[in-house]
């Protein structure tokens, strides 16, 4: 390793290091599962009061915001961990250690016979990171307060199976840029009849284009892919660059010699 290198990879896992902290999710026995939110109360909220096109824009984004998170997680620009996808509803089972009947492929369709194997489960979402929360079930069970305003607002954020963030524990986030910009020009939309829940939705480009921020603008693929396995990732969609950095951060954690 260069000795530039080895410094980035030290300063990246200097909070662990200086904690002394073994690692406490060891990869090979250890699951992402990607949680599936339900229908937020706030398309709801605006719906009923009489405003159909804020909830259907709201819905809209959530539904091109779960393409972006399963297209890149099961890319090969995720591979720190074995990736799962679950329902919010069904969360509560997980917990209580059911592993099999729960999970969904990557087109979000039940799979009655997939079986997570893994013996330890990070629950991954999309939404605000806390300051100060630990927590570590599996383990010795400490908990600490969390602090009430974000620190970061949007982040790709790993939780323990209990729901808590990690923090401190291992790299569990990265930070999401200008999530805000969906471009839902880059989509069709269809909507359930007389209501605002997003029905079906088609990607106007190929799929491996859900990895760049502005797919319009993108004349050859292969290159620019190849980018960002380099690393540039100026192209890259916010949600996609928060996975691919988080993978990174994971992969040195464990693998801080590589």
Request: charged share 20%.
């Amino acid at each position: 390793m260069g000795f530039v290198k080895y410094i980035a990879t030290m300063l990246c896992l200097s909070p662990w290091l200086i904690q002394g902290q073994k690692i406490t999710y060891p990869q090979d026995s250890t699951a992402l599962v990607y949680v599936i939110q339900g229908h937020a109360r706030a398309s709801a909220a605006y719906f009923e009061s009489g405003l159909p096109i804020k909830a259907q824009q709201i819905e809209a984004e959530r539904a091109i915001e779960r393409q972006h998170v399963v297209y890149t997680l099961t890319s090969d620009f995720f591979d720190a961990l074995p990736v799962y996808f679950i329902h919010q509803e069904d969360v509560e089972l997980l917990q209580k250690d059911v592993r099999k009947g729960l999970f969904l492929d990557a087109s979000l369709q039940p799979q009655s016979d997939l079986v997570c194997q893994e013996k330890y489960i990070l629950l991954a979402e999309i939404g605000p990171v806390y300051g100060s929360q630990l927590a570590d079930p599996y383990h010795d069970g400490k908990t600490s307060t969390t602090t009430q305003t974000p620190q970061i607002q949007e982040a790709f954020v790993l939780n323990d199976i209990e729901g808590n963030q990690l923090h401190d524990l291992m790299p569990s986030f990265a930070a999401i840029r200008s999530i805000s910009k969906k471009r839902l020009q880059d989509w069709s939309l269809f909507y359930e009849e007389g209501g605002y829940k997003v029905d079906s939705l088609i990607f106007q480009y190929p799929s491996n284009h859900l990895l760049f921020a502005r797919p319009d603008k993108i004349e050859q693929a292969d290159l620019a892919i190849e980018r960002m396995r380099q690393g540039k990732l100026n192209e890259c969609h916010p949600i996609a660059k928060a996975i691919i950095r988080l993978n990174a951060s994971l992969a040195a954690y464990y693998n801080p010699t590589d």
